[in-house]
């Protein structure tokens, strides 16, 4: 066997070295054509087969509203760290309870100044109707008191001389209006 080539390798040799990996930049390095490093940030969310996620958050969206993209980011991130499970979407959901609980009360505010408006015209309706009805009341009565001193003096007048002309002598004034 002594022209054989073949070599029999025990199982504690070392295994062959691994083939030469290509990484390929993330999709956010090759769209801004800079060098993407080993542990690069961006890799996991802009994978290399993918680059229209990274063109449509870099290039789609106005330098003006980059600054609010990031820090959407950024409390999202935060939102996440503090509440795992519902992360910003917990804090949308109580945000939004607290508004419609706002609303609640300014409707139930609302309807109390209503209520308060209608009590107030209403009392106000009762003084206006009471103090007219006070005036007019004292008008007739000082019509009336007016008008009954007219008859009274009219009918005192002519009572008077109607018996006084009659010829008769046993009937005075205050007898007849008391009669």
Request: net charge negative; proline share 7%.
């Amino acid at each position: 066997m002594e022209g054989s080539d073949t070599t029999v390798t025990s199982p504690s040799s070392s295994p062959p070295p691994p083939a030469a990996v290509v990484i390929s930049p993330c999709a956010a390095c090759k769209i801004l054509r800079r060098r993407c490093v080993e542990k690069c940030v961006l890799a996991p969310y802009f994978p290399p087969h993918d680059p229209l996620k990274f063109t449509t958050a870099h290039r789609e969206l106005p330098e003006t509203q980059r600054a609010d993209a990031v820090s959407s980011m950024v409390y999202e991130a935060n939102a996440r760290l503090r509440e795992p499970v519902y992360g910003c979407a917990g804090a949308i959901f109580q945000l939004q309870k607290q508004v419609n609980e706002l609303h609640e009360q300014l409707a139930k505010a609302q309807a109390e100044l209503v209520n308060m408006q209608c009590q107030n015209a209403n009392l106000m309706a009762i003084i206006c109707m009471e103090m007219s009805s006070q005036s007019s009341q004292a008008l007739i009565a000082q019509n009336d008191q007016h008008f009954s001193d007219y008859n009274l003096a009219s009918y005192v007048s002519s009572a008077t001389s109607s018996f006084l002309d009659e010829g008769n002598p046993g009937f005075s004034c205050e007898q007849t209006l008391w009669t």
